[in-house]
């Protein structure tokens, strides 16, 4: 999938896998309508940040997820 396209498909992509990677449970956080497209970039930037990570520490689970909360609508 070629995520450099600000897309609403691409956007749903990235909130659904960091979903799965930070093991959200209230899954109504990661909603693609409560996320702006202009902050496209920014979810890109914790997806890969994530995604090369790899293995994170609740601590940082927390952090990322305090960060999606920041940018949502």
Do not use: W
């Not at 659904?16 to 409560?34: F, G, H, K, P």
């Amino acid at each position: 999938m070629n995520l450099d396209q600000p897309s609403t498909e691409n956007m749903k992509y990235i909130l659904d896998t960091l979903a799965e990677e930070l093991q959200i449970v209230n899954r109504s956080i990661m909603e693609v309508e409560d996320y702006n497209l202009d902050k496209y970039e920014d979810l890109k930037m914790m997806y890969e940040m994530v995604k090369t990570k790899g293995q994170l520490s609740a601590l940082e689970k927390q952090a990322f997820i305090q960060e999606l909360s920041s940018i949502r609508k």
